[in-house]
């Protein structure tokens, strides 16, 4: 399990900072396709798994800004680990070792337990300072800072790193031909 896999799902909505952030999980469907489950949800566990993936992104969010997470956005996360299934069996996968799920039950909880597992450890593990925000207001997306120098600032280079070098060399050359 990736350490940010909590903050991938945190970012399955992502331009937040706009008026009309982009969404892409816009239905069961769509949420079953990111889970690689074999189901979609029914449409009440879709509503709770996205009212999870928000509170994540508040609890991490808060973090980058060295804030403390609100207590129900916390408690949200609390309850869903508490009736998550457990981490019980390991086996082999491609990779190495993985938890093994039983996501028969079609619950919202079951299809994300290891979405859970994953921000629990990393909201009490040592990599949860390495947690930034994109450094462009309009991105808002959540990444673990792996750099050697722990100073990234942009989500990716070729997106949002490009686009402020653009318009900075912009308003420089703007403001150097006046």
């Not at 350490?3 to 969404?23: H, I, K, M, S």
């Not at 949800?41 to 609890?59: D, K, V, W």
């Not at 996360?77 to 508490?82: T, Y």
Request: net charge positive; glycine share 6%; charged share 25%.
């Amino acid at each position: 399990m990736r350490p940010d896999l909590c903050l991938d799902f945190a970012n399955t909505r992502y331009w937040r900072g706009q008026e009309v952030p982009t969404e892409t999980l816009k239905s069961p469907a769509d949420l079953a396709a990111w889970a690689k489950a074999a189901k979609p949800l029914a449409a009440s566990e879709f509503a709770q798994a996205i009212a999870l993936r928000e509170a994540l992104y508040r609890l991490f969010d808060a973090q980058t800004q060295g804030k403390a997470a609100a207590s129900r956005d916390l408690a949200v996360l609390n309850d869903a680990l508490a009736q998550a299934p457990c981490r019980k069996t390991l086996r082999r996968g491609r990779g190495g070792y993985e938890w093994e799920v039983d996501t028969k039950s079609g619950t919202a909880l079951a299809l994300l337990a290891p979405v859970l597992w994953s921000a629990g450890d990393l909201l009490s593990g040592p990599r949860l300072g390495n947690v930034r925000r994109c450094a462009n207001p309009e991105c808002g997306w959540l990444f673990l800072d792996d750099s050697r120098a722990g100073r990234r600032r942009w989500c990716s280079m070729s997106s949002c790193g490009n686009r402020a070098k653009a318009r900075r060399h912009y308003h420089k050359d703007k403001s150097s031909s006046r």
